[in-house]
């Protein structure tokens, strides 16, 4: 609870950030073409705002994971029970903690490819947005 209210804390501080990093000239511009609020908020705030905040929530989303395996060392008994009787029973505890980190770490190349192809396809339509103009 206390990583998810961290990071919650954070996330939402960069969210705020990146709304309000949006050009107020491009707000103004597409109120005075006739859009309505929501409309402005979908077509305008919340892609520029998407193209700021997402670095920087991946790369929290990232820390988080790394943090995972000290909450595992230090909470083991709750977290897991029966991978302790596990330790208990085999004696072998660096198998199990190099496997967790691997998992940790294949869920991180995930996150990082993720938000590469993310960043392409935002490139890819802005291109396309200023061949249209």
Known sequence: M???????AYASETIRAAIL???PGEIEAARSLGMTRAQVYRRVII???AVVA??????????????????QCRCCRSL????DF???????TFERFHLSS????VVNIVIE???????EKWLLQHQIMLRQM
């Open 2 to 8: 206390a990583f998810a209210f961290n990071e919650a």
């Open 21 to 23: 990093s949006v050009n």
């Open 47 to 49: 892609p520029n705002a």
């Open 54 to 71: 997402t670095p920087t929530l991946i790369n929290s989303l990232i820390g988080l994971t790394k943090g995972l395996p000290s909450l």
């Open 80 to 83: 897991c029970p029966s991978s």
């Open 86 to 92: 596990w330790v208990v029973q085999t004696i072998v």
């Open 102 to 105: 691997s998992c940790l770490l």
């Open 113 to 119: 490819n993720l938000a590469v192809s993310l960043k």
